[in-house]
Nanobody, 121 residues
């Protein structure tokens, strides 16, 4: 079984920064792409950023130049550094990863439980 555990969310003032972390653990053979999504109240979940196993990155237009995604393959962890936060960045942030498990060698996407980020004006 594979678990994705997020941390680092919280309340921050406009212009502030937060760093989210998400660690995968359990019966892991390999991890492919990892990513972050967010869901604001009353809105659909949207892609924020992804990073491949070779650290190629993709960002949604709305966060380019503001957020930075990175990963530590040795720790099975993905990070999201968020700078210059604004109230419109308020959302629940979810991480995910494409994981091949070490029991059945099946590849599927696993999700974290979500972490709340609230930016006050």
């Amino acid at each position: 079984q594979v678990r994705m555990v997020e941390s680092g969310g919280g309340l921050v003032q406009s212009g502030g920064s937060l760093r989210l972390s998400c660690k995968a653990s359990g019966s892991i053979f390999s991890i492919g792409a990892m990513g972050w999504y967010r869901q604001a109240p009353g809105k659909q979940r949207e892609l924020v950023a992804t990073v491949t196993s070779r650290s190629s990155t993709y960002y949604a237009d709305s966060v380019k130049g503001q957020f930075t995604i990175s990963r530590d393959n040795a720790q099975n962890t993905v990070y999201l550094q968020m700078n210059s936060l604004e109230p419109e960045d308020t959302a629940v942030y979810y991480c995910n990863a494409e994981v091949t498990d070490s029991i059945n060698y099946r590849r599927r996407t696993y999700w974290g439980q979500g972490t709340q980020v609230t930016v006050s004006s």
